[in-house]
């Protein structure tokens, strides 16, 4: 019965300093990563990650399978709305959303 005993004892001892040395390792690992300098928005050591899975995939898609685009004119004049669920009041009506790209001067607003 004491080897038993001793047995569950030495593997929970392991275990939690295993578990222990995961957590710490973690948490070094978050504190180090965000110490590092950031390459166009991501911190180095992810955007090589990127850049990595960018090489290892991109010539698996193929360029010509591109999604079609249509011209600003061929879309519709009266936009449906998705609905208002979760709106606690409603939208002014000047309200308008823009999305830009850093960098980039905005075309225009579009109604």
Known sequence: ?????????????????????????????????????????????????LLLNEAIFKPLVAQHHLVKTFPVLAADKRVRVNGADGLKSPIDSIWKLQVVKAGVIPIGFYK
Do not use: E
């Open 1 to 49: 019965m004491t080897n038993v005993n001793t047995y569950i004892k030495r593997k929970s001892i392991i275990a939690f300093l295993v578990f222990g040395l995961g957590i710490a390792g973690t948490i070094f690992a978050w504190k180090w990563l965000h110490r590092q300098p950031k390459v166009d928005g991501a911190f180095a050591p992810s955007r090589k990650v």
